[in-house]
């Protein structure tokens, strides 16, 4: 039996897919409040639980031998400090315990590529890079490092764990509209589009899912993998969008100090409204910094693979007006 945290989100609903078409047995550990939208057709097992209960951990392990921990918190904006470092770091301590106490056999562990020091130009991101564990450029770049500290050393007390360190997901199956999701479709719109100078690093959602199923195979105890996909500037982006929408819009692209001037208000007016944030100082710093990242380790040794980033926009739309998309 395999349980995976995190089954609803993005990530998650497309690994329970492909290990459902190898034939696993999964069981998907849910909060009572999930939408289970995602999984819904699916022959998969649902427990409720939450990694902040650890009896609710324990009894989500029983009878499993393998753990994907995908369930954390994403926040760009102001205010979820706390949740997330509940959820980031004494979530994930509470994991790995219970993974220890039911002798599960193999534990995958997700965390982010921010999970790394930021370097600057010139410098290409590998696992050799250090942690954020100080000076870190935001709350969740520090949450993730620290979470991801918590399950090396559970290592070094004899959990057999790995953990994957993904660039920003994008791709199909995205069932919650992901805000960066939602930011890539809003390019396949006609009309005038305002965009923000900047680049990073691309990956499909189901080059993820697999890289987590080579890293269970293959992935060394202790050892961490960076699963990266296609550098991009996001005018770059916004052109394979148009692409593959087949449109062609016009654009203006603000310059940065604007865009930083800008985006230190909103933040302010999105939480007022209660809304998700476009944009923010902090995902603006992160288009803006280096974003050079090396997946190189992840396949020489696990085999990992990315497909181009233009066949993932096109997937993403298709998938989006209606059409069923191979979750492999």
């Known amino acids: 039996m395999i349980l995976v945290t995190g089954a609803t989100g993005h990530v998650g609903n497309v690994l329970v897919r492909q290990l459902l078409a190898k034939g696993e047995q999964v069981r998907a550990m849910v909060l009572p409040s999930d939408d289970?939208?995602?999984?819904?057709?699916?022959?998969?097992?649902?427990?409720?639980?939450?990694?902040?209960?650890?009896?609710?951990?324990d009894r989500a392990m029983e009878g499993v031998d393998t753990v994907y921990h995908l369930a954390g918190i994403i926040s760009i904006a102001p205010g979820d400090e706390d949740l997330m470092w509940r959820v980031n770091v004494e979530g994930v301590r509470n994991v790995a315990a219970a993974a220890m106490r039911a002798k599960v056999k193999r534990v995958v562990h997700v965390s982010s590529?921010?999970?790394?020091?930021?370097?600057?130009?010139?410098?290409?991101?590998?696992?050799?890079?250090?942690?954020?564990?100080?000076?870190?450029?935001?709350?969740?770049?520090?949450?993730?490092?620290l979470g991801t500290l918590a399950m090396l050393e559970a290592a070094k007390m004899g959990l057999n764990v790995s953990v994957v360190c993904p660039t920003a997901i994008i791709g199909p199956y995205d069932y919650r509209g992901s805000l960066l999701g939602t930011a890539l479709l809003s390019f396949a719109r006609r009309g005038l589009h305002w965009l923000v100078p900047g680049a990073y690093d691309f990956v499909d959602v189901r080059d993820i899912a697999n890289g987590l199923i080579l890293t269970k195979e293959r992935g060394q105890p202790g050892e961490i993998y960076i699963l990266a996909g296609t550098y991009a500037t996001l005018p770059q982006v916004e052109d394979?969008?148009?692409?593959?929408?087949?449109?062609?819009?016009?654009?203006?692209?603000?310059?940065?100090?604007?865009?930083?001037?800008?985006?230190?208000?909103l933040q302010h007016l999105y939480r007022a409204l209660r809304a998700k944030p476009q944009f923010t100082p902090y995902s603006l710093r992160t288009l803006r910094e280096n974003?050079?990242?090396?997946?190189?380790?992840?396949?020489?040794?696990?085999?990992?693979?990315?497909?181009?980033?233009?066949?993932?926009?096109?997937?993403?739309i298709t998938w989006r007006r209606g059409t069923q998309i191979p979750a492999v």
Do not use: C
């Not at 289970?36 to 951990?57: H, K, R």
């Not at 590529?113 to 770049?141: C, Q, S, W």
């Not at 974003?291 to 993403?316: H, M, N, V």
């Open 36 to 57: 289970l939208t995602s999984l819904a057709g699916l022959e998969v097992e649902t427990i409720p639980g939450n990694v902040l209960d650890p009896d609710s951990l």
């Open 113 to 145: 590529i921010h999970a790394f020091k930021r370097m600057p130009d010139g410098v290409v991101v590998d696992e050799r890079i250090p942690l954020a564990l100080d000076n870190p450029a935001g709350t969740y770049d520090h949450t993730k490092a």
């Open 240 to 265: 394979m969008v148009q692409r593959a929408a087949g449109i062609r819009a016009a654009r203006v692209i603000l310059p940065w100090n604007l865009a930083m001037a800008a985006a230190r208000v």
């Open 291 to 316: 974003a050079r990242f090396s997946g190189a380790k992840a396949e020489r040794e696990l085999g990992y693979q990315r497909r181009p980033l233009l066949q993932t926009l096109r997937d993403l």
